[in-house]
Nanobody, 118 residues
Framework: QVQLVESGGGLVQPGESLRLSCAHS????????TGWFRQAPGKARESVAG???????IYADSVKGRFTISRDNPKNTVYLQMNNLKPEDTAVYYC????????????WGQGTQVTVSS
């Protein structure tokens, strides 16, 4: 059972940056895909970004050019660098992962709050 622990959330002003971290309890080499998701109050959860074992990345259109996902294999951690944050980025951000090439996300973190407000 892989445990995921997110950190790095907080309150920032529009235009500022944050870096979220997703620490995996086991070797990230066993994980094929890790993704970041977010859920704003009253809205459905949405996919933000994802990265595969081969460092292939995918982004939601709303964050392309502003967010960057990356893997640090020795640290068993996946990061989400968020630049030029906007109020509409406000949400609880969740990290999720799976070992399989396809299918749903198997492991989920507890979430970290990101609030963008002036």
């Amino acid at each position: 059972q892989v445990q995921l622990v997110e950190s790095g959330g907080g309150l920032v002003q529009p235009g500022e940056s944050l870096r979220l971290s997703c620490a995996h309890s086991e070797s990230i080499g066993n994980i094929y895909f890790t993704g970041w998701f977010r859920q704003a109050p009253g809205k459905a959860r949405e996919s933000v970004a994802g990265i595969s074992r081969h460092n292939n990345t995918i982004y939601a259109d709303s964050v392309k050019g502003r967010f960057t996902i990356s893997r640090d294999n020795p640290k068993n951690t996946v990061y989400l660098q968020m630049n030029n944050l906007k109020p509409e980025d406000t949400a609880v951000y969740y990290c999720a992962a799976r070992e399989s090439i396809t299918g749903g996300m198997k492991y989920w973190g507890q979430g970290t709050q990101v609030t963008v407000s002036s």
